[in-house]
């Protein structure tokens, strides 16, 4: 069962996802460049957002569902820093740290040979104690690291010092305990159960994306604008001043984007329940369905953007398309292959040509799914999509009841 999501939005005067070099993203698609935003950006909009409705403020028996840390300081944070908070030496946590670390996502030959190098300026010197800290951002969930926790205050109960670390560990730390970390109940954090990770340890569970979002692009061609400013110096008070004290300029857009993103609802109840996602319809889909709901409310109403001080880019989606259904999903990009006219109605060109290419894809491979939608201004060849209208409540209480059967 696949739960679809298409979006149109529009954002004027805004720079909504920049490249490397501070220009807005873009993508070639049928003949013409078009604006992008990145899946990447999206994601972390909707997963980092704070208001009402918020992923990261989900509850489950009167407690909070628990996200996934993301930081290269993972290890400093939740197993150094309360190991020496319950009355672990410095000395003898930071050697646990490190030796939990090294057992659960490997120690490489360039890590061992800058903790050599550390231990060597230990020895000839005291020096301010460097954090630990992982080569690259890791996502590991709480419980995982409250886990790990637990383990390191076993090896501490029986290390009176640094040399007794490395005995306890290897006593302690053995391949079965280990292992629980991959049957902890969402041990990988909320987020990570939603929008996957990659590991390469052999004690973390490698986590599916259940969540597919697209790179988000303008229905027609780009529209761009280079923006010259300046900051006027307020106490440069000469009679030769000329007033600026910083020039400079800056990349400023404005398009309609189609979005779309799709949920793989089996593997969702699979990644927050356990189990094989073929047992999807059995498992308890109550919290899949509350972050379906949320979900719904989220991909059209948080946006992306930078430059928020000089832009605001804030906006709702114009349009919002939910479909239900067991067949493979399939993006409505391609009724924007042809790019709609930049100059006129642009949002009421948009409405007709995704109409059309629903009404021709319907027709020559049935309709599928089953639909609602939500529509700013529409146009009547919306009708012809075969969707009910509604508000946004009621298009996201209609996608969690899907969910939840």
Known sequence: MFLQIHTLTSYPAALLNRDDVGFAKRLPFGGSTRLRISSQCLKRHWRTFEGEGAIGTIELGGELVPMAVRSRRSFEEHVYAPLVASGVEASIAEAITDRLMAAVLGESAKAKKAKAEKKGKKDEAPT??????????????????????????????????????????????????????????????LDAALFGRMVTSDYLARTDAAIHVAHAFTVHAEETESDYFSAIDDLDKRDDALGSGHIGSAELTSGLYYGYVVVDV????????????????????????EVVRRLAHLIPTVSPGAKLGSTAPYAYSHFMLAEWGKAQPRTLANAFDKPVRAHGDVLASAYDALAEYVTDVDGAYGKKTERRCLAVRPTPSLATIGAEKGTLDQLADWCATQVKG
């Open 128 to 189: 301010e104690r460097e954090p630990i800290q992982t080569g690259q951002v890791t996502v590991l969930g709480k419980p995982e690291l409250d886990y790990l926790c637990g383990l390191g205050k076993e090896i501490a109960a029986q290390s009176k010092s640094e040399s007794d670390v490395e005995k306890a560990t290897k006593a302690l730390l053995t391949k079965e305990r280990l292992e629980n970390l991959k049957v902890l109940r969402r041990g990988a954090g």
């Open 266 to 289: 089996p593997l969702l109840v699979s990644n927050l329940e356990g189990g094989d996602r073929k047992e999807w319809s059995s498992k308890d889909r109550a919290l899949a369905a």
